[in-house]
C-alpha cells in the first residue's frame, strides 16, 4: 500500500525487447602510463603488489562475496553489470572533478540516455537495470525518477492512476521527481505551505506558492531535467484545510521542455565538493495558480469528489510518508556500499604504504602494521559487513511490512518507521565520518582528487541530511522508545526490535558475568549488555522526562532531546550488532567464511563498547575492568583480523572503474598510477601556465628591476 519500490532482487521485468543479449569480458588489464613515464614504471605495472597480502588470507574469498552479495546469483549479477559498465567509454568518469558544472550535467543527461540505450538492447531485468545504475554511479535525475517519484505513484496513486501514470514514466516518456521540501521547511513536513485549492467549478485543483519560503527547494532532477513532479501540498476544500497531500504535475512541456504557464523553475546553484552531487539538478519551483485535473491528486489514502468532498480512507495518515520510509530502507543498503569502497581503498593503500622501520636498508613497515592504524580501520571494516547484513535485514523488514499493509494490517507500521529512521541516521553518520576518517588514513594522498575518497566523501555527506535529518530521525526513534517505556508498566508486551525491553525486570538488574578477555567472545555477553545499555539509557530518560515534567511531557522530552538522541543510538546500535550475531549463527559455506564473519561481528560490537564506554559504566551494565577486558580482546581481534585484510575487502569484489580510486587499484600498483594521474590535469596542458605572461613574469621582472636599482 505504500509501497513504491521493487526488491530488486527478486524483480525480473525486463525494459523493452531486443533479439540480441551480448556478452562482456573484462578487458585485460591495460596500464595507462602517462607518455613521459619511464620504462621502468611500465615494467612495474604487471605486478601484483598485494599478492603476498592475498596469500595470507584464511579463508575462500570467493565464498566470502557470496557472504557479502547475499547469494551466488547475486554475485553473478552485479560481476556482469560492473564490468559492462567499466568496460563502456561513455560511463568514464576519471574526468569528473575536472569538468564544470554545466559539462558534468551533460555528462549526467548523455551517461542516462546511453545507460538507457544498453537497457533496452541488453533487454537488462530491473535488477540489473538498478545495478548498471549504481555502477554508473552518477547521482543524477534518473535517481528520483525510479526512486521516488515512480514509488509515490505506485504507493499512493490509485490502480487506476498507476494504470495511466506508470507506464509513461516506465519508457521514459515523462521524467518526474518528488517535490516536497520548500525553502521554509523540510524538516517539518505538517508545515509546508504551498497550496492545492479544489475548484468545483471546473473540477481542478488550483496549485499555488503563496509565499517566497512556499517555493520548492532542493528536489533532485527538478532544476533542469524533470517533466513532471509528485507535489506536496496543502489540499483545500470547502474552506478547510486537510493538510499534505500529493499531486501529480506536470511542469514542462513534452515538446521543447519550457516552462508551462504559471511555472517557475530553476536550479538552485552550486554545491559542496568539485564534481560530486554537482550532477544533480536540484531545483527550485514556484507556482502561480496552475491548474491541474482533480485526477491528478494521489488518491489511494484519501480522495476529494467531484463535489469537493474530503474523504479519507481508513487506513493511518502517516502512509503518506511511505515513500520516504522505502528510499530510507535502501540508503541503509546504500551506506554499506560506500563505507566498503571507502575501507576498500584504505586497506589496500595501507597495505602497499610503507613508512620508518627500516633498519640498515631492510624493508620499511607497511603502514597497515601500525597498531593505530589497524585500530582505526578495522572497526570501519567491520562496520561495512555490519551494515551489509542489517540493510538485508531491513529490506526483508520492509518487505513483509508492505504485504501486512497491503492486507490491511497496520500493526507493524511503527517497527518500520522506527527501524528505517534510525538505521538511515546511524548509518549514514558512521559511514560520512568514516569516508573522511578514510582520507586521513591515506595520508597525504588520500587528499587527491585521484584517491576518489574527496568525491566520494562529497557524494556521500548529504545522506545524513536528505531523507530526513538525521537528528530529528533519531528522535522519532526516541519517541517511540519512550512510548514503549510508558506502556511497559501495563504490562504490553513489546514485539519486533522493542521486544528485549520486555525482560525489563531482568536488563534493569543483571551484572555482565565477563571475568576474561576471550569471555567477550560470548555472543550472549555481548548481546546481554547492549540490551541492559539501551533498556537503562531509555529507562533513565523516561524517569527523567516524567520528573522534569511538573511541566507537560513535550516540554520535558524538549528538555532531554540530547540524552534520548544517544538513547536512540544505543537502541540502533543495538540492533545492529543483534542481526550481525543472528548472520553468524545461520550456515555459512565456505573455508573459513564462518570464521572471519564471527571475528567482525566481536570487532564491531566490543568497538561499540569500546566508543561508548560511558554509557555502558553509566549505566551500570559492566565494570570498568569488564570494559578494559573488552579492549584487550579488540586488540586480539585486531591480529586476527590483519593477515585477511586485503582479502575481505576484495570479497566486495568492486571494478577498479567503480573504487575510482589510485590508491585502491586491485593490483596495489599505486605509485605510477599517482604519477601517471598528476599529468592529466589541466594545469599541465601547458609547461608554462596560462598567466605567466600576465601576472608573472611582470612580477618577477619588476622585482628584478627593483634588485638591480639597488
Ligand atoms: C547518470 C545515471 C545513469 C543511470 C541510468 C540508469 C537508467 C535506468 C535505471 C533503471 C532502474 C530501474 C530500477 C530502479 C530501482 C530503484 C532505484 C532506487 C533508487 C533510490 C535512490 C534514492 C536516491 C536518494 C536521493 C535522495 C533524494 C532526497 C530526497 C528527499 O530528501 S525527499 C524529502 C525527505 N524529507 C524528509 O525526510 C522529512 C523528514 N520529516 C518527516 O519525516 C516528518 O515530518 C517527521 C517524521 C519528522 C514528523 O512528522 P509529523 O509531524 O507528521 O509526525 P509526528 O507528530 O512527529 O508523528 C506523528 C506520528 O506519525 C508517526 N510517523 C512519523 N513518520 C512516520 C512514517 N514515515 N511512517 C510511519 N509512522 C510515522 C510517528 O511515530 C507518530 O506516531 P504516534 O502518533 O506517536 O503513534
Ligand atoms: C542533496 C540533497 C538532496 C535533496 N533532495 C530532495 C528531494 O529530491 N526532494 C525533496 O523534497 N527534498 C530533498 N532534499 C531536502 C531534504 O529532505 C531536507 O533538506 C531534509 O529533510 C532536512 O530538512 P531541512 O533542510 O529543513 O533541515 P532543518 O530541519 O532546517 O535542519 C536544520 C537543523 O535543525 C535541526 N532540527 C530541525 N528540527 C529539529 C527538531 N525538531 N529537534 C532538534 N533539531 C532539529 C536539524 O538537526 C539541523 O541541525 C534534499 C536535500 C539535499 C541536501
Sequence with gaps: MWRGGSNTRTCKRRFFSSPTRSRHHRPPYICRLHSRGSQHLKAMAEVDHLAAERATARFDVEEMKVAWAGSRHAV???????????????????????????????????????????????????????????????????????????????????????????????????????????????????????????????????????????????PGGLGKASTHAVVYARLITEGKDYGIHGFIVQLRSLEDHSPLPGVTLGDIGGKFGSGAYNSMDNGVLRFDHVRIPRDQMLMRLSQVTREGKYVHSNVPKQLLYGTMVYVRQSIVADASKALSRAVCIAVRY????????????????????????????????????????????????????????????????????????????????????????????????????????????????????????????????????????????????????????????????CKSAVSSAEDWLNPDAIQEAFEARALRMAVNCAQNISQAASQEEA?????????????????IQLIIVTKFIEKVHQEIPGHGVKEQLQALCNVYALYILHKHLGDFLATGCITPRQGALANEQLGKLYAQVRPNAVALVDAFNYTDHYLGSVLGRYDGDVYPALYEEAWKDPLNETVVPEGYHEYLRPLIKQQQLKLSRL
Design 555 to 571: 516540554a520535558g522530552f524538549y528538555e532531554r532531546s540530547p540524552d534520548l538522541l544517544e538513547a536512540a543510538v544505543a537502541h
Design 76 to 218: 553473478h549479477v552485479a560481476d556482469r553489470m560492473a564490468r559492462l559498465v567499466a568496460s563502456d567509454p561513455v560511463f568514464r568518469k576519471d574526468n569528473r572533478t575536472m569538468l564544470s558544472r554545466k559539462e558534468l550535467f551533460k555528462d549526467t543527461l548523455r551517461k542516462a540516455a546511453h545507460a538507457w540505450k544498453r537497457i533496452v538492447e541488453l533487454r537488462l531485468t530491473e535488477e540489473e537495470a538498478d545495478l548498471l545504475r549504481q555502477y554508473v554511479d552518477q547521482p543524477g535525475y534518473v535517481d528520483l525518477h525510479w526512486g521516488m517519484f515512480v514509488p509515490a505513484i505506485k504507493g499512493q496513486g490509485t490502480e487506476e492512476q498507476q494504470h495511466k501514470w506508470l507506464p509513461l514514466a516506465y519508457k521514459f516518456q515523462i521524467i518526474g521527481c518528488y517535490a516536497q521540501t520548500e525553502l521554509g521547511h523540510g524538516s517539518n513536513v505538517q508545515g509546508l505551505e504551498t497550496t492545492a485549492t479544489f475548484d468545483p467549478k471546473t473540477d481542478e485543483f488550483v496549485i499555488h506558492s503563496p509565499t517566497l519560503t512556499s517555493s520548492k527547494w532542493w
Design 350 to 509: 595501507s597495505a602497499v604504504r610503507k613508512q620508518f622501520g627500516s633498519q640498515d636498508g631492510g624493508p620499511e613497515t607497511q603502514v597497515l602494521n601500525y597498531k593505530t592504524q589497524q585500530s582505526r580501520l578495522f572497526p570501519l571494516l567491520a562496520s561495512a559487513y555490519a551494515f551489509r547484513f542489517v540493510g538485508d535485514w531491513l529490506n526483508w523488514l520492509y518487505t513483509d511490512v508492505t504485504q501486512k499493509l497491503e492486507a490491511k494490517d497496520f500493526s507493524t507500521l511503527q517497527e518500520a518507521h522506527a527501524c528505517t529512521a534510525g538505521l538511515k541516521a546511524v548509518t549514514t553518520s558512521v559511514t560520512a565520518d568514516a569516508i573522511e576518517e578514510c582520507r586521513k588514513l591515506c595520508g597525504g594522498h588520500g587528499y587527491l582528487n585521484s584517491s576518489g575518497l574527496p568525491e566520494l566523501f562529497a557524494v556521500y555527506v548529504p545522506a545524513c541530511t536528505y531523507e530526513g535529518d538525521n537528528v530529528v530521525l533519531l528522535l522519532q526513534v526516541a519517541r517511540i522508545l519512550m512510548k514503549t517505556v510508558s506502556q511497559l508498566a501495563s504490562g504490553k508486551q513489546p514485539v519486533g526490535t522493542m521486544a528485549y525491553m520486555g525482560k525489563v525486570q531482568y536488563l534493569m538488574q
